[in-house]
Structure formats: C-alpha cells, structure tokens
Nanobody, 116 residues
Framework: QVQLVESGGGLVQPGGSLRLSCKASGSFFSSNTMGWYRQAPGKERELVATITRGGNTNYADSVKGRFTISGDNADNTVYLQISSPKPEDTALYYC??????????WGKGTLVTVSS
C-alpha cells in the first residue's frame, strides 16, 4: 500500500509565496511520475504540474512562470513552490504518484487560500 501525505498549505497573500510538500511512503521501488492537481470550489480537478523520475517537468499554462515543481527521488518527495499566487489559485491541492504499471495513488489534499 502506498500513502501520500501533503503539507504546507494555508493562507497566503497575493504576490506572496508558499511551498507544498508531499511524501510518498509504502512498499515500492520506484515511481514514474509525481505531481500536483488542484480542485477549486465548483470546478473540476485540473493538472497543475508533474515531474518524472528523470526530472522532466510539465506545467499547466495558468501556472507557468509562477509555480515550480521539484522532487527528491531518494526521499520519494515532491515539492511545489508557489510564487506570485493569485486569488484564482485558491484550491485544494492534491499530490499523486504514478507507477510504471499505470497505478495511481492520491493524497487527501492540502488547502491553499490566496487572499489579502
């Protein structure tokens, strides 16, 4: 069984910064991809950013240039640095991990609220 635990969410002012962390634990040897999705109230879950074990990254257009995803393969941890957040970035942020066999696991989410 794989568990994902997110941390680092909270209230941040527009133009501020925040770093989310997600650690995967359990019985596994390696993952293919880790990343972040988010879901705002009344909206569907959407991709924020992903990173492969080899370090290749992918971002949603809405966060490019403001968010940075990074990972620590040795610790099975992924981070999301949120810079210059906007009120529309307010959402529940979910971490996920995908294995080579196609299995996905999700965290329970951490809430980010952008407000002055």
């Amino acid at each position: 069984q794989v568990q994902l635990v997110e941390s680092g969410g909270g209230l941040v002012q527009p133009g501020g910064s925040l770093r989310l962390s997600c650690k995967a634990s359990g019985s596994f040897f390696s993952s293919n991809t880790m990343g972040w999705y988010r879901q705002a109230p009344g909206k569907e879950r959407e991709l924020v950013a992903t990173i492969t074990r080899g370090g290749n990254t992918n971002y949603a257009d809405s966060v490019k240039g403001r968010f940075t995803i990074s990972g620590d393969n040795a610790d099975n941890t992924v981070y999301l640095q949120i810079s210059s957040p906007k009120p529309e970035d307010t959402a529940l942020y979910y971490c996920y991990i995908r294995f080579p066999n196609g299995e996905d696991y999700w965290g329970k989410g951490t809430l980010v609220t952008v407000s002055s």
